[in-house]
């Protein structure tokens, strides 16, 4: 998810997987949106970070200015719909209005937060609204993972971007998901995501995924130079 020369200090943030169906069109309204808190240190780095704004427009993710959007990418809890699906279209199609219709979500948690109390309280939101009829079904979930910016493997990833890629971007927290919060919390280890071979155009997650030779090699350099600059830091 991130170009080479990217260097990402903190574990990636959790998620959980809902199926709602059947459903109806939702109210429009404002919700609150949950954030985590972040450090001086953590703000200053996401100060550096380049929202997507140019390629998509200056407000065609949110009417909010770019660094706005770098915080709310970076410490708030979004809710994605991945998945949609409901009637037929085509030669399938049918001029009635379909009795079931489903939505996968992910819900991208932050540290401190609990899947199950999050499931417990969308069911509890969608009640309130009258929308008992919404089925909903906890997928898969993953606890959250935060580490320290500062620990010795932080400082040689961002020596050895800085060797190899030139000066790293960070980001605080990693917008996505896996399963950091195993070797954070259950060993007691700080990890790090540095970059890797794949960039931004590298239809990442997508059937045609691809990394250049060039930048395979330059990760293998820089996965060399984490090592020397790791044993530089812990001598």
């Given at each position: 998810?991130?170009?080479?020369?990217?260097?990402?200090?903190?574990?990636?943030l959790?998620?959980?997987?809902?199926?709602?169906?059947?459903?109806t069109s939702?109210r429009?309204?404002?919700?609150?949106?949950?954030?985590?808190?972040?450090?001086?240190?953590?703000?200053?780095?996401?100060?550096?970070?380049?929202?997507?704004?140019?390629?998509?427009?200056?407000?065609?993710l949110?009417?909010?200015?770019?660094?706005?959007?770098?915080?709310?990418?970076?410490?708030?809890a979004?809710?994605?719909?991945?998945?949609?699906?409901?009637?037929?279209?085509?030669?399938?199609?049918?001029?009635?209005?379909?009795?079931?219709?489903?939505?996968?979500?992910?819900?991208?948690?932050l540290?401190?937060?609990?899947?199950?109390?999050?499931?417990?309280?969308?069911?509890?939101?969608?009640?309130a609204?009258?929308?008992?009829?919404?089925?909903?079904?906890?997928?898969?979930?993953?606890?959250?993972?935060?580490?320290?910016?500062?620990?010795?493997?932080?400082?040689?990833?961002?020596?050895?971007?800085?060797d190899?890629?030139?000066?790293?971007?960070?980001?605080?927290?990693?917008?996505?998901?896996?399963?950091?919060?195993?070797?954070?919390?259950?060993?007691?280890?700080?990890v790090?995501?540095?970059?890797?071979?794949?960039?931004?155009?590298?239809?990442?997650?997508?059937?045609?995924?691809?990394?250049?030779?060039?930048?395979?090699?330059?990760?293998?350099?820089?996965?060399?130079?984490?090592?020397?600059?790791?044993?530089?830091?812990?001598?």
């Amino acid at each position: 998810m991130t170009e080479p020369g990217v260097v990402a200090y903190h574990d990636p943030l959790s998620f959980c997987r809902l199926h709602l169906a059947p459903s109806t069109s939702l109210r429009r309204g404002r919700h609150r949106v949950n954030r985590l808190p972040p450090t001086p240190e953590e703000e200053s780095a996401a100060q550096g970070i380049d929202p997507p704004t140019t390629e998509f427009g200056e407000h065609a993710l949110l009417p909010l200015p770019p660094r706005e959007l770098a915080r709310r990418l970076l410490f708030s809890a979004p809710v994605n719909i991945s998945g949609l699906s409901a009637g037929a279209v085509g030669a399938e199609a049918r001029s009635a209005v379909p009795a079931e219709a489903r939505a996968h979500v992910d819900v991208h948690t932050l540290p401190g937060q609990d899947a199950d109390r999050l499931f417990a309280q969308i069911r509890t939101h969608l009640d309130a609204h009258g929308f008992e009829m919404v089925e909903l079904r906890l997928v898969t979930k993953v606890p959250p993972a935060k580490g320290p910016m500062d620990s010795p493997l932080a400082l040689a990833a961002l020596g050895a971007s800085r060797d190899v890629f030139g000066e790293p971007v960070r980001y605080p927290v990693v917008p996505g998901a896996g399963p950091a919060h195993l070797v954070v919390d259950t060993l007691g280890i700080p990890v790090v995501s540095p970059a890797g071979t794949t960039r931004l155009s590298s239809n990442i997650h997508g059937f045609d995924e691809h990394g250049s030779l060039d930048d395979y090699l330059e990760h293998v350099a820089f996965n060399i130079r984490v090592f020397e600059r790791l044993a530089d830091e812990l001598a």
